[in-house]
């Protein structure tokens, strides 16, 4: 599969298990994140958003919470299946809005064992 | 499928070539982003532009430039490769310049060098 970094953390889990992925954001004057999910040869595939008004957003089977005295975001993802076998990646914009690229985590390797 | 395109998927390459890259954004979408993808630097971003006009720069070499045409679609051109430009390079679009809108990824190019 796609491998991105050299020392990318892995986090293996259990068909039907829940899965929680961290990540630590790097800049507080962040006001957006994103977690975008990359299976192997393709693009970023987005899962869902969060804004900084905001410590918790529920989606389908993914939650996502902000904590920002810690700077740190997590994805949880409910009933884990192997399609969710993927690299996870969490995305800040770095600048409050002042500019429009992402600043990306190096990514998470999620592995579902059936 | 997000509604991104990019062509070609893959790209191989020799030293000092030279190679466009071609992007369309969803439709809608005015503001286009490239990013490149490598194994020992994730995903960084490279340019962005806003209905046709320059918005954000990053970490994008001096041999490398962008365009965004009056159709919308956008091109990165590559020059003088060296083997360390091998990589994922992919093009985001999101409807507004902003950073607190989601931008949607196309497929990529993979680029070899040789």
């Known amino acids: 599969g796609e491998s991105v970094g050299l020392h990318l953390p892995t986090l293996s889990v259990q068909e039907g298990d829940n899965s929680i992925i961290n990540c630590a954001y790097s800049?507080?004057?962040?006001?957006?994140f994103i977690w975008y999910k990359q299976e192997s040869g393709k693009g970023p595939q987005f899962i869902i958003d969060?804004?900084?008004?905001?410590d918790k957003r529920q989606g389908q089977r993914v939650t996502v919470l902000l904590n920002k005295t810690v700077k740190h975001l997590s994805l949880q993802i409910a009933a884990t299946q192997p399609g969710d076998s993927a690299v996870y990646f969490c995305?800040?914009?770095?600048?409050?809005?002042?500019?429009?690229?992402?600043?990306f985590g190096k990514g998470t390797k999620l592995s579902v064992k059936p | 499928d997000s509604g991104v395109t990019q062509t070609p998927k893959h790209l191989i390459t020799a030293t000092g070539q030279r190679v466009t890259l071609r992007c369309s954004p969803r439709?809608?979408?005015?503001?286009v982003y490239w990013y490149q993808q490598s194994l020992d630097q994730g995903l960084q971003f490279l340019i962005q532009?806003?209905?046709?006009?320059?918005?954000a720069k990053g970490n994008i070499l001096e041999r490398f430039s962008a365009q965004q045409f009056p159709d919308l679609h956008s091109e990165l051109n590559l020059s003088s490769l060296e083997l360390g430009d091998s990589a994922l390079y992919f093009c985001?679009?999101?409807?507004?310049?902003?950073?607190?809108?989601?931008?949607?990824f196309g497929p990529g190019t993979r680029l070899l060098v040789l």
């Open positions: 985001a679009s999101s409807p507004q310049p902003t950073s607190v809108e989601t931008q949607y």
């Open positions: 800049n507080s004057a962040s006001d957006y």
């Open positions: 969060i804004r900084s008004n905001m």
């Open positions: 995305a800040e914009n770095g600048y409050g809005g002042s500019q429009g690229n992402l600043i």
């Open positions: 439709s809608g979408d005015l503001s």
């Open positions: 532009y806003y209905n046709g006009e320059e918005r």
